[in-house]
């Protein structure tokens, strides 16, 4: 059986690679950066929002999904099904991606959270390297995936005690945005780059859909739909965040 | 040409779909006693010894929680890590076993202590539950051993002053175990620290709690009541907030296993506070304060509460949450009222609360005959 199934798969490769016309491809690394004032995000430091308000983030993890460039003629180059980005854990940060065509493209393409089948999917049905996997502490019986997970506290009254929260798990099917993003890009051969910027404070004040932080209704969510004010807020959220990212 | 390779391409592809469908098939057909393959690359002979491989059996809520990780076990491991889990020959004067402290009818907490004497005196914290650690990554209040077979060592080690070179020359000398550590772990039998532990480890990773009221709601075999079904609204709901931290995740074992500060204690500044768990693991200001978050699960049978054991019941308990939490500067964000003192849940919302946690009791698991003391 082992030896047939080798047999198979090499000379499957073999007629493969035996077909396709030698293209030329180059590696893309790809960065997620999270910046609050231009500055790096620094979980538990203190930020001042445009409002005046004193912030800290405590933790910070999102999932994108089908991250794709698309070429001049509308094709499309899938660069990874699905990433968990985490500001504690560096790793997570950049992802190397070989193989990418050496040429031009013109926009990108991406999901912020899980389309949802990758949201079927339980922890327990998923690879222990897949980013949905037992211990990501992105999942609840109910919800299925968290796509968004900030947490931290505010000071919204100048007592300087940190003891308002600020705390948005954001999830379920309907938030799954889709984002589109015009962007030249050519791959050169050799090394290359792509940085996916998220703008903290944009999440909050974009000036259409600024979210209180001193407002207790607008200080959290947990995504529940039997809840309107709390899912409102997931909604004005979601919304945010998939408008902050810029490509850089 | 072209259209012949194309041919033959795709009938390649769908050969070699096909045969790694049927090799797929071949292994989830496997059957539950098949051998655990030995390593070939190994030089240790017991390597190439093959137990009875066991499979672990738990009640599943609908179709989640299928999964087990770091699952080797055997049936000769657990039954020698069962004995020698209730043998007080692993302790220093050999009159403690893990199951003095661990006790099965009591969700293997310790009696209703709020601590439990060691060799030398009170333990420092509070005698938790083993249940469903299979699923814990980071043990004791403070997190500070990464396994159970870690924590097992460390258990003895910090509690008992137990050598445990000691116990291993104690062992060899009692020729019953012997051959059980052959049957467990292959030819030549020798006893070492590292097989007490991995005995001890396959055991505890058994002690699976999954057969609650809840559960069994899950599977359509009871239904909450009233007073029930109002609780599980306010413990996973926004009113009370409790899954945030003792969330049924993924496999359902009612803590996020995270270290987090919960405001039992009140502290200005973080060099003030006294009792730094996690802090004294990781060195890091910011973990002062921060303990493992413990299932919620069996807690009929767990009191006293909290590392320190500090209530006595669960209405102490959800008082604290309602009306007594402290502020200090890492307190979790998700301990959302904290500026209001707590939840301020009304008489009913608390009896209904308590309600639902009692759900979560398993008598099933606290009077299962598979863990009790072999030598009586």
């Known amino acids: 059986m082992k030896n047939l199934l080798s047999l198979a798969v090499m000379l499957t490769i073999f007629g493969i690679s035996a077909c396709s016309k030698k293209e030329k491809t180059a590696d893309l690394t790809l960065n997620f950066t999270a910046k609050f004032n231009n500055q790096n995000l620094v979980l538990k430091s203190e930020y001042i929002d445009s409002a005046s308000y004193k912030y800290k983030i405590e933790k910070f993890k999102y999932f994108l999904s089908n991250i794709a460039l698309v070429k001049d003629d509308n094709t499309e180059v899938k660069l990874t099904d699905l990433v968990c980005v985490d500001y504690e854990t560096p790793s997570t940060q950049t992802l190397v991606i070989k193989n990418i065509p050496v040429t031009h493209f013109k926009k990108v393409k991406f999901g912020v959270g899980l389309t949802a089948a990758q949201n079927n999917m339980l922890p327990d049905d998923v690879a222990d390297s897949d980013p949905r996997h037992l211990y990501s502490s992105m999942y609840w019986g109910w919800l299925k995936y968290i796509f968004v997970r900030m947490e931290g506290r505010s000071d919204v009254d100048g007592s300087d005690k940190f003891d308002n929260l600020l705390i948005y798990d954001v999830g379920s099917d309907e938030l799954y945005k889709t984002v589109e993003v015009l962007k030249s890009l050519n791959i050169a051969e050799g090394n290359n780059t792509l940085t996916f910027r998220l703008d903290i404070d944009k999440i909050f004040r974009n000036g259409i859909s600024d979210i209180d932080i001193s407002n207790y209704e607008e200080s959290y969510t947990h995504s529940d739909k039997t809840n309107s004010k709390n899912y409102d807020t997931a909604i004005k959220f979601a919304e945010n965040f998939s408008k902050a990212f810029t490509i850089e | ?376």
Not at chain 2, 42 to 63: A, F
Not at chain 2, 123 to 144: A, C, E, H, V, Y
Not at chain 2, 166 to 176: F, G, L, P
């Open chain 2, 1 to 376: 040409m072209k259209l012949k390779i194309e041919k033959l391409l795709s009938s390649l592809v769908k050969v070699s779909l096909a045969t790694v469908l049927l090799f797929l098939l071949g292994i989830a057909g496997c059957k539950p006693d098949k051998n655990i393959e030995p390593d070939p690359n190994s030089n240790d002979p017991d390597s190439l010894y093959v137990g009875t491989p066991y499979s672990l059996q738990r009640p599943s809520p609908s179709n989640r929680f299928r999964r087990f990780p770091d699952s080797t076990f055997t049936v000769e491991g657990i039954r020698l890590g069962r004995m020698l889990f209730w043998d007080p020959i692993v302790s220093a004067d050999s009159t403690l076993s893990c199951g003095s402290c661990h006790k099965p009818e009591f969700a293997f907490s310790d009696e209703g202590k709020q601590f439990s004497m060691n060799l030398s005196g009170p333990t420092k914290r509070n005698t938790p539950s083993l249940q469903n650690s299979i699923w814990m990554r980071q043990l004791f209040w403070d997190g500070r051993q990464p396994s159970l077979e870690a924590a097992s060592h460390d258990a003895l080690l910090d509690e008992q002053h137990f050598n445990a070179a000691q116990a291993v020359s104690k062992i060899e000398k009692r020729t019953d175990y012997v051959p059980l550590f052959k049957k467990a772990f292959g030819r030549p039998g020798t006893i070492t620290e590292d097989k007490i532990f991995r005995a001890i480890g396959m055991f505890m990773r058994t002690m699976i709690s999954t057969n609650s009221n809840y559960d069994k709601s899950l599977r359509g075999l009871y239904t909450l009541s009233d007073a029930e079904q109002r609780g599980l609204a306010i413990f996973s709901t926004e009113k009370g907030d409790c899954f945030h931290c003792h969330t049924d995740g993924p496999y359902l074992t009612f803590t996020n296993n995270e270290f987090l500060n919960n405001a039992l204690d009140s502290a200005a500044t973080l060099a003030d506070v006294k009792d730094i768990g996690l802090g004294k693991v990781t060195g890091s200001t910011d973990d002062y304060g921060k303990f493992k978050v413990p299932s919620v699960r069996n807690l009929s049978y767990t009191y006293p509460y909290m590392r320190d054991g500090r209530f006595e019941t669960l209405e102490q308990v959800v008082n604290f949450y309602s009306d007594s939490l402290r502020y200090s500067p890492n307190i979790s964000p998700n301990m959302k009222k904290i500026n209001q003192g707590g939840l301020h849940l009304t008489a009913q919302e608390k009896s209904d609360l308590i309600a639902f946690l009692k759900t979560l009791d398993d008598a099933s698991f606290v009077s299962d005959t598979a863990f009790s003391n072999p030598f009586k």
